[in-house]
């Protein structure tokens, strides 16, 4: 069991920067992808970044591509995401989730992991 705790949302003005993080409880953290996802009222939860266990491999969604980067901290059991150039229609609540995959291309989905944190809320003001 794996319990993961997000950090780091707020209000900030567009054009401003974020970074979220993740600590996780185990130091077998190391040995999981690590997602980012968020999810806004009404909507399924959509995927943002992943990262494989050494940190050489990462993925993102087209709309952040090029703004946001995802990084991990084996020895501190920590993820985060460092989130630039945000816009309003970033806002969500944002969560990570530790799972295991051969590939960052097989983990762009929900269903592909099996611990969650509680989500923090993220909201960039035009």
Same mark, same amino acid.
């Given at each position: 069991? !794996?319990? *993961? ?5 707020? *209000? ?16 077998? /953290? ?5 997602? =980012? /996802? ?8 959509? /995927? !943002?970044?992943?990262?494989? =266990? ?9 709309? !952040?591509?090029?703004?946001? @980067? ?8 920590? #993820? ?18 530790? #799972? /295991? #995959?051969? @590939?960052?291309? @097989? ?8 611990? =969650? ?10």
């Amino acid at each position: 069991q !794996v319990q *993961l705790v997000e950090s780091g949302g707020g *209000l900030v003005q567009a054009g401003g920067s974020l970074r979220l993080s993740c600590a996780a409880s185990r130091r077998t /953290f190391r040995s999981y992808v690590l997602g =980012w /996802f968020r999810q806004t009222p009404g909507k399924e939860r959509d /995927f !943002v970044a992943a990262i494989n =266990w050494s940190g050489g491999s990462t993925g993102y969604a087209d709309s !952040v591509k090029g703004r946001f @980067t995802i990084s991990r901290d084996n020895a501190k059991s920590t #993820g985060y995401l460092q989130m630039n150039s945000l816009k309003p229609e970033d806002t969500a609540v944002y969560y990570c989730a530790a #799972g /295991f #995959g051969f @590939t960052i291309e @097989t983990m762009r989905t929900p269903e592909g992991y099996n611990y =969650w944190g509680q989500g923090t809320q993220v909201t960039v003001s035009s």
